[in-house]
């Protein structure tokens, strides 16, 4: 299955965040609920370092562009400060886990 580039009339875009440290995205077509990586590994069981072009999920075959913050090293830099992978989160501003996972930055959402 050749995979193209969507262009700007497609699907919304993946909006980019940060669990447990690594840049993923939540499939952008209604009930499918898949998470994806952003970036892939340059070699077998290395880490994740290539960033990808567009979102594609592995689960129902959506495709979509990558709707990227526009501070994301400055993110990492002060998420790789804590010791634990799992504590470094972050979510754009309105982001659905943002709201319902009563934000593992510490900070609480403003509604
Ligand atoms: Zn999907």
Redesign the pocket.
């Known amino acids: 299955m050749a995979f193209e580039t969507p262009d700007e009339k497609g699907p919304a875009p993946a909006r980019a965040y940060v669990y447990s440290g690594e840049w993923v995205a939540d499939?952008?077509?209604p009930g499918?609920?898949?998470v994806?990586f952003l970036f892939t590994p340059q070699k077998m069981n290395g880490p994740r370092v290539l960033r990808k072009p567009f979102f594609a999920?592995?689960?129902?075959?959506?495709q979509a562009v990558i709707d990227w913050p526009g501070h994301q090293d400055e993110i990492m830099l002060l998420l790789r400060r804590r010791p634990i992978p799992q504590t470094r989160n972050w979510y754009p501003q309105d982001h659905r886990s943002r709201s319902t996972s009563g934000s593992p930055t510490g900070r609480r959402s403003r509604s």
């Not at 999920?57 to 959506?62: K, P």
């Open positions: 499939c952008t077509r499918c609920g898949c994806e999920c592995s689960n129902c075959g959506q």
